[in-house]
Protein backbone atom coordinates (compact mmCIF):
# COMPACT_ATOMS: atom_id res chain seq x y z
CA UNK A 1 0.00 0.00 0.00
CA UNK A 2 1.55 3.76 -0.86
CA UNK A 3 1.65 5.83 1.63
CA UNK A 4 1.34 9.37 0.27
CA UNK A 5 2.90 12.25 2.42
CA UNK A 6 1.47 16.06 1.72
CA UNK A 7 4.76 18.05 1.28
CA UNK A 8 3.80 22.18 1.97
CA UNK A 9 5.40 24.09 -0.44
CA UNK A 10 6.96 26.89 1.14
CA UNK A 11 9.05 26.51 4.93
CA UNK A 12 6.57 28.16 8.10
CA UNK A 13 9.48 29.83 8.80
CA UNK A 14 8.53 32.20 5.07
CA UNK A 15 5.27 32.78 7.22
CA UNK A 16 6.90 34.34 10.35
CA UNK A 17 5.90 37.96 10.99
CA UNK A 18 8.76 40.66 10.07
CA UNK A 19 10.68 41.60 13.23
CA UNK A 20 8.81 45.07 14.66
CA UNK A 21 11.04 48.15 13.94
CA UNK A 22 12.60 50.36 16.42
CA UNK A 23 10.14 53.22 16.50
CA UNK A 24 12.00 56.57 15.71
CA UNK A 25 10.13 59.33 17.64
CA UNK A 26 11.98 61.27 20.14
CA UNK A 27 9.41 59.95 22.48
CA UNK A 28 6.09 57.79 22.64
CA UNK A 29 3.77 59.76 24.67
CA UNK A 30 2.17 63.28 25.04
CA UNK A 31 2.53 65.63 28.15
CA UNK A 32 -0.81 66.83 29.74
CA UNK A 33 -0.13 70.30 28.49
CA UNK A 34 0.85 69.23 24.87
CA UNK A 35 -2.75 67.56 25.00
CA UNK A 36 -4.52 70.49 25.78
CA UNK A 37 -2.41 72.98 23.28
CA UNK A 38 -3.49 69.99 20.55
CA UNK A 39 -7.11 70.66 21.34
CA UNK A 40 -7.21 74.18 21.43
CA UNK A 41 -5.15 74.24 18.42
CA UNK A 42 -7.27 71.84 16.55
CA UNK A 43 -10.80 73.47 17.57
CA UNK A 44 -9.60 76.47 15.79
CA UNK A 45 -8.74 75.39 12.19
CA UNK A 46 -11.33 74.10 9.22
CA UNK A 47 -14.89 73.64 9.28
CA UNK A 48 -14.39 71.06 11.72
CA UNK A 49 -12.84 72.36 14.72
CA UNK A 50 -15.07 71.30 17.37
CA UNK A 51 -15.13 67.29 16.13
CA UNK A 52 -11.08 67.48 16.19
CA UNK A 53 -10.82 68.86 19.16
CA UNK A 54 -13.66 66.35 20.91
CA UNK A 55 -11.62 63.56 19.10
CA UNK A 56 -8.40 64.24 20.77
CA UNK A 57 -9.99 64.83 23.58
CA UNK A 58 -11.81 61.16 23.60
CA UNK A 59 -8.30 59.40 22.53
CA UNK A 60 -6.58 60.84 25.83
CA UNK A 61 -9.04 60.62 28.16
CA UNK A 62 -10.01 56.57 28.06
CA UNK A 63 -6.32 55.56 25.99
CA UNK A 64 -8.77 55.02 22.56
CA UNK A 65 -6.99 53.32 19.71
CA UNK A 66 -7.59 55.00 16.20
CA UNK A 67 -9.53 51.67 15.39
CA UNK A 68 -11.46 51.95 18.36
CA UNK A 69 -12.70 55.79 18.16
CA UNK A 70 -13.38 55.09 14.01
CA UNK A 71 -16.03 52.18 15.16
CA UNK A 72 -17.02 54.39 18.17
CA UNK A 73 -20.92 54.59 17.94
CA UNK A 74 -23.81 56.63 19.38
CA UNK A 75 -25.52 53.70 20.77
CA UNK A 76 -22.01 53.22 23.19
CA UNK A 77 -22.82 56.94 24.55
CA UNK A 78 -25.27 57.59 27.71
CA UNK A 79 -25.41 61.53 27.67
CA UNK A 80 -28.15 61.60 29.97
CA UNK A 81 -25.94 59.56 32.91
CA UNK A 82 -22.28 60.22 31.51
CA UNK A 83 -21.20 57.09 30.55
CA UNK A 84 -19.44 55.53 27.08
CA UNK A 85 -18.91 51.75 26.81
CA UNK A 86 -15.27 51.43 25.46
CA UNK A 87 -15.06 48.67 22.88
CA UNK A 88 -11.87 47.37 22.93
CA UNK A 89 -9.25 45.54 20.16
CA UNK A 90 -6.73 43.35 20.26
CA UNK A 91 -8.34 41.16 22.14
CA UNK A 92 -8.74 44.02 24.83
CA UNK A 93 -11.48 44.14 27.76
CA UNK A 94 -14.26 46.11 27.28
CA UNK A 95 -15.74 48.70 30.35
CA UNK A 96 -17.78 51.40 30.99
CA UNK A 97 -15.76 54.96 31.65
CA UNK A 98 -17.77 58.02 33.53
CA UNK A 99 -17.80 60.96 30.65
CA UNK A 100 -16.83 64.42 32.36
CA UNK A 101 -18.41 67.78 31.42
CA UNK A 102 -16.16 68.76 28.96
CA UNK A 103 -16.55 65.49 26.84
CA UNK A 104 -20.23 66.03 27.00
CA UNK A 105 -20.27 69.44 26.06
CA UNK A 106 -18.41 68.75 23.52
CA UNK A 107 -19.95 65.56 22.29
CA UNK A 108 -23.53 67.27 22.97
CA UNK A 109 -22.42 69.76 20.27
CA UNK A 110 -21.05 67.05 17.91
CA UNK A 111 -24.39 65.13 17.72
CA UNK A 112 -26.21 68.85 17.28
CA UNK A 113 -23.36 69.54 14.15
CA UNK A 114 -23.62 65.67 12.75
CA UNK A 115 -27.05 64.76 13.26
CA UNK A 116 -29.05 61.81 11.83
CA UNK A 117 -25.85 59.65 11.92
CA UNK A 118 -24.83 56.61 13.99
CA UNK A 119 -21.08 56.85 14.21
CA UNK A 120 -19.68 59.62 16.71
CA UNK A 121 -17.18 60.95 13.92
CA UNK A 122 -18.06 60.84 10.87
CA UNK A 123 -17.02 63.42 7.34
CA UNK A 124 -19.15 66.04 5.42
CA UNK A 125 -20.76 62.77 3.91
CA UNK A 126 -21.63 61.33 7.10
CA UNK A 127 -19.43 58.28 6.82
CA UNK A 128 -17.20 56.93 9.55
CA UNK A 129 -13.78 58.98 9.28
CA UNK A 130 -10.66 56.61 8.23
CA UNK A 131 -7.68 55.77 9.94
CA UNK A 132 -5.75 57.53 7.79
CA UNK A 133 -8.09 60.54 8.58
CA UNK A 134 -7.40 60.43 12.16
CA UNK A 135 -3.47 60.43 11.74
CA UNK A 136 -3.25 63.38 9.88
CA UNK A 137 -5.97 65.45 12.62
CA UNK A 138 -3.69 64.67 15.00
CA UNK A 139 -0.16 65.17 13.12
CA UNK A 140 -2.03 68.88 11.95
CA UNK A 141 -2.78 69.64 15.80
CA UNK A 142 0.50 68.68 17.12
CA UNK A 143 2.30 70.60 14.37
CA UNK A 144 -0.48 73.88 14.72
CA UNK A 145 0.86 73.84 18.64
CA UNK A 146 4.27 73.92 18.58
CA UNK A 147 5.36 70.77 19.39
CA UNK A 148 8.90 69.67 18.70
CA UNK A 149 8.48 66.36 16.64
CA UNK A 150 5.45 64.87 14.69
CA UNK A 151 2.44 63.72 16.97
CA UNK A 152 1.10 60.60 16.26
CA UNK A 153 -2.58 59.21 17.67
CA UNK A 154 -1.11 56.38 19.35
CA UNK A 155 0.89 58.64 21.40
CA UNK A 156 -2.46 60.00 23.20
CA UNK A 157 -3.27 56.30 24.22
CA UNK A 158 0.09 56.18 26.17
CA UNK A 159 -0.29 59.95 27.33
CA UNK A 160 -3.72 58.59 29.00
CA UNK A 161 -1.36 55.69 30.84
CA UNK A 162 1.21 57.79 31.73
CA UNK A 163 -1.03 60.40 33.03
CA UNK A 164 -3.19 57.72 35.35
CA UNK A 165 -0.01 56.23 36.45
CA UNK A 166 1.87 59.87 37.70
CA UNK A 167 -1.90 60.74 39.53
CA UNK A 168 -0.90 57.40 41.66
CA UNK A 169 -3.91 55.16 40.58
CA UNK A 170 -3.66 51.92 40.99
CA UNK A 171 -1.96 49.69 38.47
CA UNK A 172 -4.80 47.29 38.24
CA UNK A 173 -7.19 49.71 37.51
CA UNK A 174 -5.40 51.67 35.15
CA UNK A 175 -5.21 47.65 33.45
CA UNK A 176 -8.62 47.61 33.33
CA UNK A 177 -9.41 50.84 32.55
CA UNK A 178 -6.57 50.68 29.01
CA UNK A 179 -7.98 47.14 28.55
CA UNK A 180 -4.93 45.51 28.84
CA UNK A 181 -5.30 41.79 28.82
CA UNK A 182 -1.53 41.16 30.41
CA UNK A 183 -0.26 43.67 33.11
CA UNK A 184 2.84 43.60 31.84
CA UNK A 185 1.49 46.16 29.37
CA UNK A 186 -0.10 48.41 32.12
CA UNK A 187 3.56 48.32 34.07
CA UNK A 188 5.43 50.50 31.76
CA UNK A 189 3.13 53.26 32.40
CA UNK A 190 3.78 53.18 36.59
CA UNK A 191 7.64 52.22 36.01
CA UNK A 192 8.02 55.79 34.59
CA UNK A 193 5.51 57.73 36.75
CA UNK A 194 7.83 59.81 39.28
CA UNK A 195 5.42 59.13 41.97
CA UNK A 196 7.10 56.58 42.78
CA UNK A 197 10.13 58.61 44.34
CA UNK A 198 8.60 61.54 45.46
CA UNK A 199 9.83 60.59 49.11
CA UNK A 200 13.13 59.77 48.47
CA UNK A 201 14.44 63.20 48.79
CA UNK A 202 12.39 65.50 51.67
CA UNK A 203 14.49 69.30 51.16
Known amino acids: MLQITAQLPFSAKLFSPPPKKPSTREREYLRSPEVKAMIRAAKKVGRHGVRDGAMILLMFRHGLRTAELVALRWTQ?????GYIEVHRVKNGRDSIHPLRSPELRALRQI?????????VFVSERKA???NRSIRHIITRAGELAGLPF???????????????????????????????????????????SPQRFENFWMD
Not at 159 to 181: E, N, S
Open 77 to 81: IDLAD
Open 111 to 119: QRDYADTSY
Open 128 to 130: PLS
Open 150 to 192: QAHPHQLRHACGYYLAAQGHDTRAIQDYLGHKNIHHTVRYTQM
